[in-house]
């Protein structure tokens, strides 16, 4: 029987920021992680409504076009005062193909167009593993990253919202927080941390 630590799993990602730090955050499991650009794997447009259902269209395509079991998260942030947006548009709040910067630049925009002046916001993280292509029964892991939206970034750590993202425990943005403590704290690191218990448990067959 193949073990997990036999079977090379791919990425469904081409995010550089995402790539590593979900290697980093799978490299004590000792799994075979290997990204979909190494197969010359585009990214597939996400039509899903729901985390859930981006994560999963993510890791079905990238399973079928290189035949391995595949393993997808779709994450985003949510903010009280804009209803949960920009949600699962995060990544292209201000555009297709809009920047890390650019997105922030949007959503401190639409926050300081708020009456409601509440800064609570929370990362989510869906993280998805298909066995293969066509597996009924994703393996489905949530995590979720509590704070604040700060008034101007912060630190040159991360990618995406982390230079926005106050967390009150460690006095910090994301962005200023060093790797092993983000990876320990954060959204991903939380449904990486479940999903490498479920596959490395003794319970786990292929």
């Known amino acids: 029987m193949t073990t997990i630590s036999q079977q090379r799993i791919v990425l469904a990602s081409n995010n550089a920021g995402k790539v590593r730090e979900i290697e980093q955050l799978l490299a004590p499991a000792a799994l075979t992680i290997i990204p979909q ?3 010359g794997v585009t990214d597939i447009q996400e039509t899903g409504l729901t985390f859930v259902e981006n994560a999963i269209i993510k890791a079905r395509h990238a399973a079928a076009q290189t035949g391995l ?22 990544a292209r709040y201000a555009g297709i193909g809009a920047s890390d910067a650019e997105n922030c630049a949007k959503l401190l925009t639409a926050l300081a167009e708020q009456s409601n002046t509440d800064r ?6 869906i993280m998805v593993y298909l066995r293969h292509a066509t597996d009924p029964t994703p393996i489905i892991c949530q ?11 912060r630190g040159n750590n991360g990618f995406g919202y982390d230079p926005l993202f106050w967390v009150a425990t460690e006095n910090k943005s994301a962005a200023e927080l060093d790797a092993d403590t983000k990876n320990a704290l954060s959204h991903r690191g939380h449904a990486l941390q479940q ?3 479920y596959l490395t448990g003794a319970n786990y067959q292929w």
């Not at 995590?143 to 970034?153: F, K, N, Q, R, V």
């Open 69 to 90: 079991p595949a393993i997808a998260d779709d994450s985003g942030l949510e903010v009280k005062a804009l209803s949960g947006a920009p949600g699962i548009y995060s």
């Open 143 to 153: 995590g979720t990253w509590y704070g604040e939206i700060l008034l101007a970034p």
């Open 37 to 39: 650009g190494q197969f």
């Open 120 to 125: 609570r916001a929370r990362f989510q993280c």
């Open 195 to 197: 999903l490498v218990q």
